[in-house]
């Protein structure tokens, strides 16, 4: 019988992780917007359509519909089929594009993590603001596909922080989860 290799299941539970907690991070996004009367933070870009997308909605250029993950993701479809999606697939594709770039982030986690145990500091915050500090404040912005860490408020960076904690928070969930650790504190609740 196949057994996958340490590796490969630390690999697939960081891709598991990035990807509940992308989702994690949509819920934070939607809370934010709650409490803050349908923004996330002072100097949010406007625009209605901003869930699903984790925190890009906020940093965006023009409109919160058109942040940098549907840019990406519109980008990918227009070069595999030659033409402009529709609105509703353009925010379909900002989805999806979110989803894997939490994915691919957790699956390097995943793999990273037992190598750099470092990374696990502060139960997954250090690696969420690391994503934040490269991803966020640095290469999308040098993208064009959001605006730069100077043209937005102190609030929409402290916001997108704590997604990104958020995020980092259940993705170490989830990685220990996987590597046993539920097992160790059903032991210790029985004890």
């Known amino acids: 019988m196949y057994q996958p290799s340490r590796l490969a299941q630390a690999g697939f539970a960081g891709l598991v992780g990035g990807l509940v907690g992308s989702f994690a991070m949509n819920l934070f996004a939607r809370t934010a917007a709650a409490v803050g009367g349908g923004r996330e933070a002072p100097g949010s870009a406007p625009g209605a359509d901003r869930f699903g997308r984790g925190v890009q ?3 965006s250029v023009t409109t919160a519909d058109q942040d940098a993950t549907v840019k990406a993701g519109t ?3 227009e070069a595999v089929s030659t033409s402009q999606p529709e609105y509703e697939t353009q925010q379909w594709l900002g989805t999806a594009a979110h989803f894997a770039f939490g994915g691919g982030a957790g699956l390097v986690y995943g793999l990273l993590s037992a190598r750099a145990p470092a990374l696990t500091k502060g139960y997954g915050t250090f690696y969420g603001a690391l994503v934040w500090a490269v991803a966020d404040e640095g290469v ?3 993208l064009g596909l959001s605006r730069r860490p100077g043209d937005l408020r102190p609030a929409v960076h402290a916001y997108a922080l704590l997604g990104h904690f958020v995020y980092g928070v ?5 990685r220990r989860y996987s590597a046993g650790g539920h097992r160790d504190t059903a032991r210790r609740l029985r004890a």
């Open 57 to 59: 909605p906020p940093q």
């Open 75 to 77: 980008t990918l479809y």
């Open 140 to 142: 999308i912005p040098a």
């Open 170 to 174: 259940t993705l170490e969930a989830v």
